[in-house]
């Protein structure tokens, strides 16, 4: 393959780790491992740990697919795999 | 006008324009209105995924089960969206760049061999009809409500129109027509979660309503239901966990990961124009999920509410909730709950004879409670509320106008006929062209093949509507266990497929096989053999959830985890990949040369 592929996949693998640790620590680490103790905090009438789980990760959810999917563009055109 | 005239006619008028809509796309050019054409925005490919996702289970079921487990049920929530992340970074864009049409397909191709694209139909089979059960559960309270009749009168005129629906089948595969039904569905969601915000809080955003101050107070909504829901024995709302925090942790894997399983949901990815597009398409459905995702947790904690203070209004005012003429009168209930008696989803039972309803958690571990309770002549919970039921009755609960409340009906309608009808046309091509044509009968006729397909899809809905006649849990817990079953068998294996080079057909076929086993497996020890009543096995000596307190429904996450470990052992023990599939996988991971979906079908 003429391509840099393995640069290519190296730097898509990264950001597929990057994106899984703030997926992982919005949900699973605030929603439920830490929620007991976010709690304690308020943001307006919500109990912060409550709030990330019933709200602030689905929103967080969708900023980081829009977030992947444009840093992914940008990674196709560095290693000029993008599609015509 | 009559509440019932009401419902017939917005009904109605929803149905007619999904027909007209039907009629119309098609008079234009067919091909272009099918996603595969390729020509759709991906705004609009994002409203009618989200239209095809959300199912009975999300629209009818979810906040109900929310409202009944609190802070707990945030599981589904995150869940039933996480798992797009997942789809959009992992699956999605390789996917597409593979090609095929059909996930059987993937499997054939990438593990070289028609047995894995057989056990890929199993596996697409046994999730698919598990599926069903809990959509047929929520049409049954659809149709019940709707026609006010009985809940299992309600199940079979519902088998009967979701069959004629689906063998009508025009209705799906239609962008446009299912971007009506989106719009129909979150507007019947939103309008009286907004309308019941107000009336709590003063905020219209059911999202802020649910952080906001109870009207005419400082008192936190959230803050007050606490304090409500122990007034009646019940745990706090905010911060009660699903049985342990372990098991909401694998609840939740095993719903994410089984998003990014389910046959319906990945084609939706194959049709897309590029892979650029399939990265991108999966934000706009998951922005469509999420306002109705996000709507969910406020109509579940206002429903709370005002459904406790309903049958107590004592509960509001800090006055003393025990007190004698405290709870209504059964014979002064307001007339949703004879509505909803019809059903046989809401019932009433006098266990003291005073003729006042005491709807309380008669379990209550809280010592005091409890003999406060026994003090007042309280000698059970007497009302039994169908977690199903609340989002349906919300509306009425509420007090909102006639043509709110029938507004709601042809949402949870539109939401249940579509994703059983989507899933019965998956079940029938699967048996149909992926086995049957594909494996056992090369010579099928075109139109043996469509007859197989159609009674494939008869017995799926028979099959399907008599498990749900005694379901194994409410809809949103057995589309759950749906859920488990994809993420223990089909996630792994695409996942394999994609990011490892080497692993092989043995390899995948034996971890498929072992995952969605142990997950059958414990599943059917707590619910039954394929959900039969009486046949369960070793909970009665190993008690419930005996597996580290984790219950069936959850068990996809173990599922997956052993699907992984017995394909990697597998695959040291095997033949290696051949050379020609392992270039494959590599040139599957770079978007140049997509080139449009082949495979016909």
Known sequence: ???????????????????????????????????????NIHLGGYPLGFWFAQQGSEYIFVVLIFWYAWKMGKIDEKFDVHEN | MSLQFTTYLIVGLTFALYIGIAIWARAGSTKEFYVAGGSVHPVMNGMATGADWMSAASFISMAGLISNMGYGGALFLMGWTGGYVLLAMLLAPYLRKFGKFTVPQFFGTRYYSKAASTVAVICLLIASTTYIIGQMTGVGVAFSRFLGVSNSTGIYIGMAIVFMYAVFGGMKGITYTQ??????????????????????????????????????????????????????????YTTTTRLSTLNMFVYTVSLMIGTAGLPHVIVRFFTVPKVKDARASAGWALVFIAILYTTAPAVAAMAKMN???????????????????????????PDWMKRWEVTGLLKFADKNGDGHIQYYNDASKNADFQAKAAAAGWKGNELSVNADIMVLANPEIAMLP??????????????????????????????????????????????????AGKIAMACAI?????????????????????????????????????????????????????????????????????????????????????????????????????????AFAVKNMTAKVPDDIAAMVEN??????????????
């Open chain 1, 1 to 39: 393959m003429q391509h840099d592929s393995i640069g290519y996949w190296k730097a898509t693998l990264g950001l597929i780790r990057t994106v899984l640790i703030i997926w992982f620590v919005v949900s699973y680490g605030f929603g439920i491992l830490l929620a007991p103790e976010l709690n």
């Open chain 2, 462 to 566: 028979v099959v399907a509507g008599l498990l749900g006649l005694h379901p194994p849990g409410f809809a949103a817990g057995t589309v759950a266990i749906a859920f488990g079953l994809a993420a223990s068998s089909i996630f792994p294996a695409l996942m394999m497929g994609i990011f490892s080079k080497t692993m092989n057909k043995e390899g995948a076929m034996a971890g498929m096989l072992a995952g969605i086993g142990v997950t059958m497996f414990y599943v059917f020890a707590h619910k039954g053999i394929f959900f039969i009543k009486g046949t369960e096995f070793l909970v009665g000596s190993l008690g419930q959830n005996f597996f580290f307190g984790i219950e069936p429904n959850a068990f996809g996450t173990i599922g997956a985890i052993v699907n992984f470990a017995v």
């Open chain 2, 179 to 236: 971007v009506a039904q989106y719009c129909v569905l979150i507007l019947a969601y939103t309008i009286p979660a907004i309308f019941i915000s107000m009336q709590l809080t003063g905020n219209p955003i059911p999202q802020l309503g649910l952080g906001s101050d109870m009207a005419g107070s400082s008192v936190a909504l959230l803050h007050k239901l606490d304090l409500i829901v122990q007034d009646l024995g019940f745990s706090q």
């Open chain 2, 402 to 451: 006639n043509w709110v409340i029938a507004l709601v009906a042809a949402g949870g309608l539109a939401a249940a006929l579509s994703t059983a009808a989507g899933l019965l046309l998956a079940i029938s091509s699967a048996i149909s062209h992926d086995l049957l044509k594909e494996k056992f009968m090369p010579d099928l006729t075109e139109k043996g093949e469509l007859m």
């Open chain 2, 307 to 333: 459904l406790l203070k309903t049958i107590n209004p004592n509960i509001m005012t800090n006055a003393d909730v025990f007190a004698p003429d405290a709870q209504i009168a059964y014979d002064q209930r």
């Open chain 2, 588 to 601: 599957v991971r770079i978007p140049r040369g997509a080139k449009a979906v082949d495979g016909a079908h």
